[in-house]
């Protein structure tokens, strides 16, 4: 009776169109969603293409550059001398240094990030849940350089790290480690072990985020299918959830192993005077002027990832996507 | 003889929410049991107790005479077809089901044709190299139930197994069930909300409500003998009726029950019976389910589809034989 009441006159069954450009519009998107898809991914794909591609391309064709040892000018002719540069002890070194870093931030960061990304997909709820998102995000918020400054204090020989440790009468466990050969140092604000800190915790909610989405998708009965077949639960996270949070991981990873091959602040800043891939191209692009160098460096990291990425492919890490 | 399960007035209380609420409960070894009732009303609670997912609050639980509280689900012989399968989806059919070997220590060769024996139990051989997303819902109940059957299990439980079947596929999966049953020689425990699931395929059926069982007993008890009006409503849609209707018809003044097919509807003129309006027929297939108003009580009668029935709103006469009509235990 309602209806009868809205509807004074019988409704056309075919509604007029709403007329003007917009309407026509409308409707032309309608008949064509092609059209609408090209207009939307044309301003991303320009972008994409022509500022990132684009220097990506200049980068590499510099890395084909070589110098002028003499008058320090970019030798525009096609060369495989920086490389050959680029493979010097030293540099080679400085690569080696930097990807061994890359891995151990890695495993660490997953180690870290499982147990708590575990919790949050299977136990936290509601204000629990809230609260780790936001836990996790928090220093995301906050500057990259307030962060590293603050675990420079944290870390410094008067710091508070050391101040725990001696109340705690731990400090010989400390001065135990920093006597080590290659981790140890002055103090943990100056050594190895320092960068390593710093660099885990950095990373961590990258690494976190990605776990955590993965367990999230595992059904909560497959972990009981496991136990109900026998499994003890070691076997059912090395049989069943380890699997199955795999792709997680290597997405998690692909961040944190990337970013550390490519940072520069964190090992400027807390560590040992020894460089890292990143020190090296701000050195060599900067104070040093050799472009082409610098280049050839930043390749290092590209060609690494592509390896990582074709590496974790084949050990079927994406299947499960 | 051992029972294959025994509950001792097991409790499982979540806050205060009783799932399951002083149960006693002694299933025989070899026994095809079901576990009937609405959601919510604690046979699923009760299957998490067996299988050792749950932990009871109070009471206690022995599996073939053995305790099994604090005992986890690794260590109990006993397996699980969950209600929509729990299949790993990184693993293959064959990995699937030689899963429980696997984790036991089972020799590969081995394991795998142990697998592959058990899907051929369960008419699946050959689909060992697929994927389970690969499987129609059908084949997945099958690969759970190999999965589950290949470690042969003292006790083999199924949470709502042809739940998520159509119907043609869930009577063929009955049979199945109850013939591999016979085969096997396994006590299964099956958990349902179907009662005719229930009553065609177990040997005793357990009637759950609130967390309690309101009756035990063969299919026929439960479904002829109804103690209780839950009882008589929930299984098989019984007509309950009230303890004065009852007295008149049988001098007692207790609740009853009476099944729809039992009831005779005939044109209000022919003699004595119990005097009705038709208010509704609903046509069944096979037979046709009608709904009458005898002065205030809903009654519903079951009969043969083609017989010639009076008109909607016309008045009836109700008729049946004094031996169909149940008195319950419940008290009036």
Not at chain 1, 232 to 237: I, K, V
Not at chain 2, 136 to 161: C, F, H, I, M, T
Request: glycine share 10%; hydrophobic share 50%.
């Amino acid at each position: 009776m309602t209806i009868a009441a809205v509807q004074s006159k019988p409704a056309p069954a075919i509604l007029p169109g709403s007329g003007g450009m917009r309407g026509a519009f409308s409707d032309l998107f309608w008949r064509r969603p092609q059209l609408l898809l090209l207009l939307m991914l044309l301003p991303p794909v320009l972008w994409l293409g022509i500022v990132y591609i684009g220097s990506l391309f200049a980068l590499l064709l510099q890395s084909f550059f070589s110098i002028d040892e003499f008058s320090g000018l970019i030798n525009r002719e096609f060369t495989l001398k920086t490389y050959g540069d680029l493979f010097q002890a030293a540099n080679l070194d400085i690569i080696l240094r930097t990807v061994t870093m890359a891995a151990l931030v890695t495993l660490a960061a997953a180690v870290v990030a499982f147990p708590i990304a575990y919790y949050a997909a299977r136990y936290a709820r509601g204000r629990w849940k809230a609260l780790f998102y936001l836990g996790v995000m928090l220093p995301l918020w906050s500057s990259y350089l307030v962060k590293i400054y603050a675990w420079k204090l944290i870390l410094a020989k008067e710091g508070i790290l050391t101040w725990l440790l001696a109340k705690l009468n731990l400090l010989w466990l400390l001065d135990g480690w920093l006597s080590l050969p290659i981790v140890g140092g002055n103090s943990l604000s100056v050594s190895f072990t320092g960068t390593f800190i710093v660099f885990v915790y950095v990373w961590l909610p990258f690494m976190i985020l990605p776990v955590q989405a993965a367990l999230e998708r595992v059904p909560g009965n497959l972990v009981e299918a496991s136990s109900d077949l026998g499994a003890s639960p070691g076997q059912t996270f090395r049989n069943v959830l380890f699997p199955l949070a795999l792709p997680g991981i290597v997405a998690g990873s692909i961040f944190t192993f990337s970013l550390t091959l490519g940072d520069y602040i964190i090992p400027q800043i807390i560590g040992t005077s020894r460089l890292f891939i990143g020190q090296a191209v701000y050195s060599q692009q900067g104070t040093a002027g050799n472009i082409p160098l610098a280049a050839a460096f930043t390749v290092v990291p590209i060609v690494i990832m592509g390896f990582y990425l074709w590496g974790a492919k084949r050990m079927g890490a994406f299947d499960a996507l | 003889m051992t029972s294959a399960v025994s509950f001792k007035q097991v409790s499982r209380h979540f806050g205060s929410v009783r799932a399951v609420d002083a149960v006693d409960l002694e299933i025989a070894p070899g026994e095809f049991f079901a576990m009937l009732g609405p959601s919510g009303s604690g046979k699923t609670t009760c299957l998490r107790l067996i299988a050792g997912f749950e932990q009871p609050t109070a009471g206690s639980i022995s599996i073939f005479g053995e305790r099994a509280e604090g005992v986890p689900p690794y260590r109990r012989n006993v397996n699980t077809v969950f209600q929509d399968y729990a299949l790993f989806p990184h693993l293959n059919v064959l990995d699937n089901v030689a899963y429980g070997l696997m984790v036991k220590g089972v020799g590969k060769a081995e394991r795998l044709k142990a697998a592959e024996e058990a899907l051929s139990l369960v008419r699946l051989p050959g689909y060992g190299a697929r994927r389970p997303g690969q499987l129609s819902g059908g084949q997945r109940q099958r690969v759970a139930l190999a999965r589950a059957l290949v470690n042969q299990p003292k006790v083999l439980l199924l949470d709502e197994p042809l739940g998520a079947l159509d119907l043609k596929l869930r009577e063929n999966m009955q049979e199945e069930l109850k013939s591999l049953q016979k085969v096997l020689g396994i006590t299964f425990v099956f958990v349902t909300h179907d009662q005719g699931e229930a009553l065609s395929m177990a040997d005793r059926v357990a009637v759950f409500n609130d967390g309690r069982i309101m009756q035990i007993g063969t299919p026929e008890d439960i479904y002829q003998r109804p103690k209780t009006r839950f009882v008589a409503d929930f299984v098989g849609s019984s007509n309950v009726l009230p303890p004065d209707f009852v007295q008149r018809y049988s001098g007692q003044h207790r609740w009853g029950s009476l099944r729809p097919e039992s009831i005779r509807v005939s044109s209000a003129a022919s003699g004595d019976g119990v005097a009705a309006r038709l208010v509704g027929t609903n046509y069944l297939g096979a037979t046709t389910r009608l709904a009458l108003d005898a002065d205030g009580l809903r009654l519903h009668a079951m009969v043969p589809a083609g017989t010639a029935l009076p008109a909607e709103g016309e008045a009836v006469m109700l008729t049946f034989n004094r031996e169909s009509l149940h008195l319950m235990d419940e008290p009036a």
